[in-house]
């Protein structure tokens, strides 16, 4: 018997872009964020802090991206082969 009920691939598969698209929103925005911030703290108001915060928030939205779809590309995670159960 399974150990729980079965999830259509499609569910999980808008769980994956929910779970996407909200870290690449929070992501960026931080990133936008602390750029605006450090632009106007410490950089007199200059647009370069803005434009490498968010692309800093983006970047690492996006290799989060690639964690959730790709997880076999993650260096040191291992999957183990299970035989197949009839």
């Given at each position: 018997?399974?150990?729980?009920?079965?999830?259509?691939?499609?569910?999980?598969?808008?769980?994956?872009?929910?779970?996407?698209i909200?870290?690449?929103?929070?992501?960026?925005?931080?990133?936008?964020?602390a750029?605006?911030?450090a632009?106007?703290?410490?950089?007199?108001?200059?647009?370069?802090?803005?434009?490498?915060a968010?692309?800093?928030?983006f970047?690492?939205?996006?290799?989060?991206?690639q964690?959730?779809?790709?997880?076999?590309?993650?260096?040191?995670?291992?999957?183990e082969?299970?035989?197949?159960?009839?």
């Amino acid at each position: 018997m399974s150990a729980g009920p079965k999830v259509p691939s499609e569910d999980l598969l808008s769980q994956k872009w929910d779970r996407v698209i909200s870290n690449f929103v929070v992501k960026t925005g931080l990133g936008l964020s602390a750029g605006i911030v450090a632009s106007a703290l410490l950089f007199k108001k200059r647009s370069w802090p803005i434009a490498i915060a968010g692309g800093w928030g983006f970047g690492v939205a996006y290799a989060d991206a690639q964690r959730v779809f790709h997880p076999y590309h993650v260096p040191g995670v291992q999957f183990e082969k299970q035989k197949p159960s009839v």
